[in-house]
């Protein structure tokens, strides 16, 4: 038996697809260049390698009934990288919805975005703004891609706005609470599906990198070791089986 076919028979004894299902679920998908390399493949292989697992991911996800998946897409310090792989991720939004459209259509799948838009390159701004137009009346799940974000920047903008309506008197400091705060920050428009239930990481690494600092505050962390291509279904339904059989009390008994 070999590996994918273990871990199957496993998910098929420990998930239970009538348990409780985490409305928010969050994955830094991580690993594409160090999947490429283990193939003497360039980088760039494994970013559509990547691609191609996001479709096979948000399909699955769908069909288990989780209402918010949000990808880690582009983080505001991947602009640091080589200008030539930049420019390959920048083109990647243009390739996934010129294909996969019409299953997010027949998926009944809504697309939303979080970060700063307006940094990007036109055509990926125009391919994002085009997916979330043609979506918005969708009624299944959101697939919500953070691109050109960060969990700091996201606080400090939320602050800031929150500082300006006190200046202007629309806004008593003593008012200021969690809700009034959660309103500023990009994930609002997920009402009260905002705050994440369980964060995937793959490939390993053991941290957020700057993602949904806020909204992870309370969240269930998975960690695979396998790299973000190689994580498909079966091992989403592992996440979701742990996930199960966590016990959250948010700080009660």
């Known amino acids: 038996m070999n590996n994918i076919e273990s871990r199957t028979e496993d998910a098929k004894e420990y998930f239970d697809a009538t348990g409780l299902i985490p409305e928010h679920v969050a994955i830094i998908m991580d690993g594409n ?17 990547g691609m191609d697992q996001v479709k096979t991911i948000a399909k ?18 991947n602009w640091k990288r080589p200008l030539n792989e930049v420019n390959y991720l920048m083109q990647l939004p243009v390739d996934f919805f010129s ?7 027949e998926a009944d799948i809504k697309v939303m975005m979080i970060g700063h838009p307006s940094d990007l390159p036109k055509k990926t701004r125009k391919v994002m703004e085009k997916a979330i137009e043609e979506t918005k009346d969708n009624n299944g799940m959101v697939l919500n891609f953070a691109v ?13 706005e929150i500082a300006i309506m006190v200046e202007k008197g629309a806004l ?8 009034v705060f959660e309103e500023h920050l990009m994930t609002s428009s997920l009402s009260e599906q905002q705050n994440v239930d369980l964060m995937i990481r ?5 941290r957020l990198s700057n993602f949904l600092l806020w909204q992870n505050a ?27 059989k966590r016990n959250r009390r948010f700080g009660g008994l």
């Open 33 to 49: 260049g160090r999947w490429a390399k283990k193939r003497q493949l360039k980088r760039s292989a494994g970013h559509k390698a």
């Open 60 to 77: 699955h996800a769908s069909k288990r009934g989780v209402k918010v998946l949000t990808l880690y897409a582009f983080s505001t310090e």
């Open 99 to 105: 294909s996969f459209m019409p299953e997010i259509m």
């Open 148 to 160: 050109n974000y960060g969990g700091r920047k996201e606080i400090l903008d939320a602050v800031k």
């Open 172 to 179: 008593k400091a003593d008012k200021i609470n969690e809700k």
């Open 202 to 206: 793959t490939s390993g690494e053991e």
């Open 218 to 244: 309370y969240s269930e962390f998975h960690f695979s070791s396998l790299l973000w291509p190689d994580f498909g279904e079966v091992d989403f339904d592992e996440a979701l089986r742990i996930y199960q």
